[in-house]
């Protein structure tokens, strides 16, 4: 199934919100006469093109436009495509660049833009902690022992302290400044001494509550820097528990601290939306629907629109009736001598049931895999193998079954298209498998073999330790 990331990342990149006034960068560069020179901005981690201008005989480019740029980092692009600088674009948008190429850091100058000066200065500041960078790499490199990698760390933690000092003066100094809120929302929590009466997961506990304590959620510049992303990667991969509930109560947490501003709104509202309807981990997709339900059919996303936005609910509509946990929908079909087959009908204490197709050159590997399973263990455990043919001829359908000797197995097709199933089980790629327990409700789905195995292995685990 084609997944939608594609066309929500368009739609949020392409429609940004602009200010009203407009902007004019002249750029000179010393030692290119010549080519079309970018302007690019981030968006997460990823980067867009913004603007480009050609770079004339004097090496001289003007990117001007009538409609201001949305505040963030932005770089600018050589015409040769493999060197840039970043630089930020703020309230003021009309200034001037003098760039060297020989030493981008050392001897670029801004005219009329205080905000790049003082981008400028830290980068020269970490610029000039290069020698004892490279030093701790080379002894990080040269490490052979546990022992000899602590002793490099009292030069790192010296290293850090001067970064964060830095960031910490700068601060202070420039409470109002772009770059003031990008260092916020990169600190992260300094967890305190454990007290007393608290137990070992205090620190744990601390971190995660205090996360984003120092990020302005308000502050749609950081949409268009890489930090806010992965500020959003690694809460909802490291810190939040794995587990749909969890996850949907912090989305609607996060979310309504970003209704103030409609750039962080949109891009935390597509972030989520487009990283639960992606995810690789099983059950992710109830996020996924939650997020749709509650966001995108309201209208709460403004961005999204006509036939995008149908797709993005009929999708969310296709997954909803499979959700790990709910009832698996009804299925009445036929078996192979043309008689009624009923799912909920076919009892057993646990029920692998597959879709697929004969003429599938992946299931053609993946379902004599699954037969073996069945054969060796699982039959032993309760388990009752129900395959619905997806495609095919009845003949090649018939003629897979012989040749594979799939015996044991409840074999069962729509020939008359009555039962929905590709809709009520999302099935658009074949194999598909859900496992069922005796009640027919789902407990796992799009499990390969081994991950099947071990999926059954802990659920008769569980049952006999419950005894």
């Known amino acids: 199934m084609r997944k939608l990331l594609l066309i929500i990342a368009v739609l949020f990149c392409c429609q940004l919100q602009l200010q009203a006034q407009g902007y004019q960068l002249t750029v000179k560069f010393k030692q290119i006469t010549g080519g079309q020179m970018f302007l690019a901005h981030y968006m997460g981690k990823k980067t867009y093109l913004a603007d480009s201008a050609i770079v004339d005989a004097t090496g001289t480019a003007v990117l001007k436009n009538k409609e201001a740029l949305p505040g963030g980092i932005y770089l600018i692009v050589f015409p040769d495509k493999q060197r840039y600088f970043e630089m930020l674009l703020d309230k003021n948008q009309v200034f001037t660049i003098s760039v060297d190429t020989s030493d981008l850091i050392?001897?670029?100058?801004?005219?009329?833009?205080?905000?790049?000066?003082?981008?400028?200065?830290?980068?020269?500041?970490?610029?000039?902690?290069?020698?004892?960078?490279?030093?701790?790499?080379?002894?990080?490199?040269?490490?052979?022992?546990?022992?000899?990698?602590?002793?490099?760390?009292?030069?790192?933690?010296?290293?850090?302290?001067?970064?964060?000092?830095?960031?910490?003066?700068?601060?202070?100094?420039?409470?109002?400044?772009?770059?003031?809120?990008?260092?916020?929302?990169?600190?992260?929590?300094e967890v305190p001494a454990k007290p007393a009466n608290e137990d070992s997961t205090f620190a744990y506990r601390y971190f995660r509550s205090h996360y984003w304590d120092d990020v302005n959620l308000n502050d749609g510049r950081l949409v268009r820097t890489p930090i806010l992303e992965g500020k959003l990667q690694k809460y909802f991969t490291q810190l939040v528990p794995m587990e749909p509930d969890s996850i949907i109560a912090e989305c609607d947490n996060l979310i309504a601290k970003t209704r103030k501003d409609k750039e962080m709104f949109k891009f935390v509202l597509w972030w989520l939306t487009a990283n639960f309807e992606a995810s690789p981990y099983m059950g992710m997709d109830a996020v996924f629907v939650h997020l749709v339900e509650k966001y995108y059919v309201p209208g709460d996303a403004y961005w999204v629109s006509g036939e995008q936005l149908n797709k993005i609910i009929s999708r969310a509509y296709s997954i909803a009736p499979n959700l790990i946990g709910q009832p698996a929908p009804p299925l009445d079909m036929q078996d192979s001598t043309a008689k009624p087959l009923s799912l909920y009908a076919t009892k057993a204490k646990y029920t692998v049931l597959v879709f697929w197709d004969p003429t599938c050159g992946h299931c053609k590997t993946e379902i004599p895999r699954l037969d073996s399973a069945y054969k060796a263990s699982w039959r032993k455990k309760g388990v009752v193998m129900v395959g619905v043919k997806t495609d095919g001829t009845r003949e090649e359908w018939l003629q897979f079954i012989k040749a594979h000797d799939l015996k044991g197995w409840v074999h069962a097709w729509d020939p008359q298209a009555q039962s929905n199933y590709r809709r009520l089980y999302d099935v658009y790629a074949t194999p598909v498998v859900y496992l069922l327990d005796e009640k027919k409700k789902i407990l796992a789905k799009r499990l390969g073999v081994e991950q099947l195995d071990g999926f059954l292995e802990r659920l008769e685990q569980g049952t006999a330790a419950n005894k």
Not at 140 to 145: D, N, V
Not at 172 to 188: G, N, Q, V, Y
């Open 106 to 189: 050392g001897k670029t100058v801004y005219k009329t833009s205080p905000e790049n000066d003082l981008f400028l200065g830290y980068n020269r500041f970490l610029s000039s902690l290069a020698p004892k960078t490279a030093r701790i790499q080379q002894e990080l490199a040269a490490a052979h022992t546990a022992a000899d990698t602590a002793k490099v760390r009292p030069l790192q933690t010296e290293l850090n302290k001067e970064i964060q000092d830095y960031r910490a003066d700068f601060v202070s100094k420039h409470p109002e400044s772009l770059l003031t809120s990008i260092f916020r929302a990169m600190k992260e929590p």
